[in-house]
């Protein structure tokens, strides 16, 4: 994995929440939508075939678990995992949680409205307790 390197628009648009077995955990900057972005930790990956299958299943486990998590704590209506890759190449999982009141129900939440960056104090505490509740998923 010492050949990972982050994506600079996937540094730029997220913060990091935590490094799970296989992948980065961040935090999409759009606090209009409890939004996580997970980025396996291999270097030159741009789609799921090209990880192993050991690899595969791994991410899947780690993102289900942190939707599952995360749509708890949110009491989210749907949960959106996507790998859409159109911008940033290198493979990233989205995990939304979908309220059926949000700015973008029904549809998907790329390009709808304006992001809302999270100021540095609720950015601060979003942070800390994504890390708890993803604690004893590492």
């Known amino acids: 994995m010492t050949d990972f390197s982050l994506h600079p628009r996937l540094a730029a648009d997220s913060h990091h929440v935590v490094d799970l077995p296989l992948c980065q ?13 997970l980025i396996p930790r291999r270097a030159e990956i741009r789609e799921v075939y090209e990880l192993g299958a050991d690899d595969q299943a791994t ?17 989210g209506d749907k949960l959106n995992l996507a790998t859409l890759g159109n911008q940033v190449a290198q493979l990233h999982l989205h ?3 979908r309220h059926a009141d949000d700015a973008a129900w029904p549809g998907p939440v790329w390009g709808q409205g304006t992001p809302q960056p999270y100021d540095d104090a609720t950015l601060d505490t979003h942070l800390t307790a994504l890390r708890d509740l ?3 998923s590492e």
């Open 25 to 37: 955990v961040r935090l999409n900057d759009d606090r209009r939508f409890p939004w996580l972005v």
């Open 134 to 136: 993803l604690a004893s």
């Open 59 to 75: 991410m899947w486990q780690e993102a289900t678990e942190a939707g599952r998590r995360l749509m708890a704590h949110h009491e």
């Open 95 to 97: 995990v939304i949680v």
